[in-house]
Structure formats: structure tokens, C-alpha cells
Nanobody
Framework: HVQLVESGGGLVQPGESLRLSCAAS????????MGWFRHAPGKEHEGVAR???????GYTDSVKGRFTISKDNAENTLYLQMNNLKPEDTAMYYC??????????????????WGQGTQVTVS
């Protein structure tokens, strides 16, 4: 069982950067599929980036080349580095995890553990 707490959100101008962090507790964090999702008012919940236990990553098309997902297993922390932010990136960002590492994608329904979210506003 993994518990997740996000931080690092805020208000930035277009073109600026933010780094989100997700502190995970639970002994099996390193073997989980981990992901970042976002939800903006009036829009569907969207998978942004994911990383599996081997460090293989995947991104939604709209953030490729701008966002980077990474993790520090020693610190039990997941990161999302967001560069060249755009107004359309404004959303609540959530960290998520599930234990089926061999099926690690951006399908929200697969993820069983969720954080409380951190707000990112680009304006």
C-alpha cells in the first residue's frame, strides 16, 4: 500500500518552469508503476506522464519535450519537471501509483493509489 503527497504547484507565467514532487510512503514504492495526471475545470482527467520500475517513461503528446518524469527510489520521491509552461497546462496535478508494473500506461482506471493534488496555474 502506497500513500502519496504532492507538492510544488503554484502560479507561474507562460514559459516558466515548475517541479512537482510526490512523496511516497510504503515499502514497495520502487516496484510500482507511477504516474502524473491532471484535471482542469471543464476538461477530462488526463494522464500526463508515467514511469515504471525500470525507469521507462511515457508521456501524453501535449507535454513531450517539455515535461520530464523521474523518481528517486532512495528518497521515495516522484518528480515532474515542467518546462516552457503554457496556459493550457493549468490544472490540478495528481500523483498516482499501482502495483501492476508490467502494465504501466496512462490509463487512469489502472491506478489504485492517488495523492490529494497540487494546483498549477499558468497565467
Amino acid at each position: 500500500h502506497v500513500q502519496l503527497v504532492e507538492s510544488g504547484g503554484g502560479l507561474v507565467q507562460p514559459g516558466e518552469s515548475l517541479r512537482l514532487s510526490c512523496a511516497a510512503s510504503g515499502s514497495t514504492y520502487s516496484s510500482y508503476c507511477m504516474g502524473w495526471f491532471r484535471h482542469a475545470p471543464g476538461k477530462e482527467h488526463e494522464g500526463v506522464a508515467r514511469i515504471d520500475s525500470d525507469g521507462s517513461t511515457g508521456y501524453t503528446d501535449s507535454v513531450k519535450g517539455r515535461f520530464t518524469i523521474s523518481k528517486d527510489n532512495a528518497e521515495n520521491t516522484l518528480y515532474l519537471q515542467m518546462n516552457n509552461l503554457k496556459p493550457e497546462d493549468t490544472a490540478m496535478y495528481y500523483c498516482a501509483a499501482h502495483p501492476r508494473n508490467n502494465d504501466c500506461s496512462l490509463r487512469a482506471i489502472d491506478f489504485t493509489e492517488w495523492g490529494q493534488g497540487t494546483q498549477v496555474t499558468v497565467s
